[in-house]
C-alpha cells in the first residue's frame, strides 16, 4: 500500500512528438516521483532511444501510453547500451525496473513496442545465440513487493518479460504479441526467444490472466525459482510452458520448488504449438562455458503441479529431457526431477505420444502422478506413453507399456 506521502508528490508526462527522444523527461520525473510518488504517463506515443532503469520506492506508475523503443540494430546489440541485469547467459535489458513497494499500472492501455518484426527479419531464419544482446522488453531485477498490470507488449526482440533476483512480485492482466507479418517467412517460425516471462533466482511470483502469443517457451521457469503460480494463461503457438533449461552451470546448483500452473490453454495459431508443459535439463558433461556452452550442473526439481490443461493440436502435451544441446556421449545428468503432478489434462495432441518422461539415469525421476489425463491424438491412434528412468509414476491408464504403474 502506498503512504500518504506517495499521494502528494506526482508527475506528469506528454509524449514531445516530432521525433525527439522522451527519455531525459522520463528519467528527470522517475527521479522526483520515482520514491514515494505517482508518475503518469498520458496516452500517446514516447519514443525511447537508450536504456532506462527506473528505482522504484513506494511509488506508482500509470501508464496509458506506449514506449517505443527505437529500432536501431547495431545500437542496442553494443553491450554498452544494455544492461546486463540477468545473470543467466548474460542477458541484455534495455528496461530494468527495481526497488521495493511499487506498483505498475497499464490499465489495458499502455504498452511497449519492441518494433521487433525488424528484428526477427534481420535474422530470417538463421542461427541465433543466447546472450547475444538482443534485449529483453521488461526486466524486473531485485525488486520486492511489486505488482505489474494491465500491460501489454508488442513484438519483442527478445524475452517479453524477465523477473530475476526479485521476490514477492505479482503480474496480472498481461498480454504479450510476437506475431511474424514477413510474408517471406510465412510458415516458419522466425520468433525464436520470445519468451512470455523468463523467472530466475526468484520467489514468490505470482502470474495470473496472461496471454501470449509466442514462437518460443510460453512461461520459463528458470534456476532457483521457487514458490511460483501461475493462473489462468493461454499459450498461443510456441514450445508450451518449460521449467528450465537447468543444470548448465556446473557449480551452480538449480533448486525449483513449488510451483503450480493451472488454468491453462495452449493453442496453436503460429507454426508450432510443441507442448502443453515441458522439463528440461542440460546432459551431466561440462562443453564450453556459458552463455553457449556448459552443463554438468545439479540440483533438483521438486513439487510441480500442472492441473486443468486444456491443450489443441499440440505435439507433446507432457514431455521430459535431461540432454538439451549434448551429445551421445556425454555423461547422464545429475539433477532430478521429483514431484510431479498432472491433473486434469483434455484435448488433442498432434503426435501419438501423450507422455514422453525421458529422465538421467544418474537421477531418475521419482514421485510423477497422473489424475484424470483425457488427451487424445488427433488423428484418432491410440494414445502412447513413454518413461525412461522412472522410479515412481501413477494414475496412468493400465497397460501403458513403459509407463505402467
Given amino acids: 500500500m502506498l503512504s500518504l506521502r506517495a499521494l502528494a508528490k506526482t508527475c506528469i508526462l506528454r509524449p514531445l512528438g516530432g521525433g525527439r527522444s522522451d527519455v531525459d523527461q522520463i528519467d528527470a520525473a522517475i527521479t522526483a516521483c520515482g520514491h514515494y510518488g505517482t ?52 542477458q541484455a535489458s534495455w528496461f530494468v525496473l527495481t526497488g521495493h513497494d511499487f506498483t505498475l499500472d497499464a490499465h489495458g492501455a499502455g504498452a511497449l513496442a519492441g518494433n521487433g518484426q525488424r528484428w526477427w527479419s534481420w535474422y530470417g531464419n538463421g542461427t541465433r545465440l543466447d546472450g547475444d544482446g538482443r534485449p529483453v522488453a521488461l526486466t524486473l531485477s531485485h525488486a520486492a513487493r511489486a505488482v505489474v498490470r494491465g500491460l501489454r507488449v508488442d513484438a519483442p526482440p527478445f524475452w517479453c518479460h524477465a523477473v530475476a533476483d526479485s521476490r514477492d512480485v505479482r503480474y496480472e492482466r498481461m498480454r504479450c504479441n510476437a506475431t511474424n507479418a514477413d510474408e517471406t517467412y510465412f510458415g516458419q517460425n522466425i520468433v525464436w526467444n520470445t519468451d512470455g516471462i523468463d523467472t530466475f533466482r526468484s520467489d514468490n511470483i505470482t502470474l495470473v490472466d496472461w496471454d501470449v502469443t509466442t514462437g518460443d517457451d510460453c512461461l520459463a521457469i528458470k534456476g532457483n525459482s521457487t514458490n511460483i503460480s501461475a493462473r489462468n494463461i493461454t499459450c498461443r503457438g510456441g514450445t508450451g510452458i518449460a521449467l528450465g533449461s537447468l543444470g548448465q552451470y556446473y557449480d551452480l546448483p538449480d533448486y525449483v520448488e513449488n510451483v503450480v500452473l493451472e488454468d491453462i490453454t495452449n493453442q496453436q495459431v503460429q507454426p508450432l504449438m510443441e507442448h502443453g508443459v515441458y522439463f528440461k535439463s542440460w546432459s551431466g558433461t561440462r562443453i564450453g562455458f556459458p552463455p553457449t556452452g556448459g552443463g554438468a550442473g545439479r540440483g533438483k526439481v521438486s513439487g510441480v503441479v500442472a492441473r486443468n490443461v486444456r491443450l ?7 514431455q521430459l529431457y535431461q540432454t538439451n544441446l549434448g551429445h551421445p556421449g556425454d555423461a547422464p545428468s545429475r539433477l532430478q526431477f521429483a514431484n510431479l503432478s498432472f491433473e486434469r489434462w483434455s484435448g488433442t495432441a498432434q503426435d501419438t505420444t501423450i507422455v514422453d518422461l525421458e529422465c538421467s539415469a544418474a537421477a531418475p525421476c521419482d514421485g510423477v502422478a497422473f489424475a484424470a489425463m483425457d488427451v487424445v491424438p488427433a488423428d484418432g491412434a491410440p494414445p502412447a506413453f513413454r518413461c525412461v528412468n522412472v522410479a515412481r509414476v501413477s494414475g496412468l491408464p493400465v497397460g501403458s507399456g513403459e509407463c505402467s504403474c
Fill in 39 to 90: 508518475t503518469v504517463f498520458e496516452a500517446g506515443v514516447y519514443n525511447i532511444t537508450r536504456k532506462m532503469k527506473w528505482d522504484l520506492v513506494h511509488s506508482r506508475i500509470d501508464l496509458y501510453g506506449t514506449l517505443d523503443f527505437h529500432f536501431d540494430f547495431e545500437y542496442w546489440m553494443d553491450p554498452a547500451h544494455t544492461y546486463r541485469a540477468i545473470f543467466i547467459q548474460s
Fill in 312 to 318: 489443441h493440436g499440440v505435439s507433446t502435451p507432457v
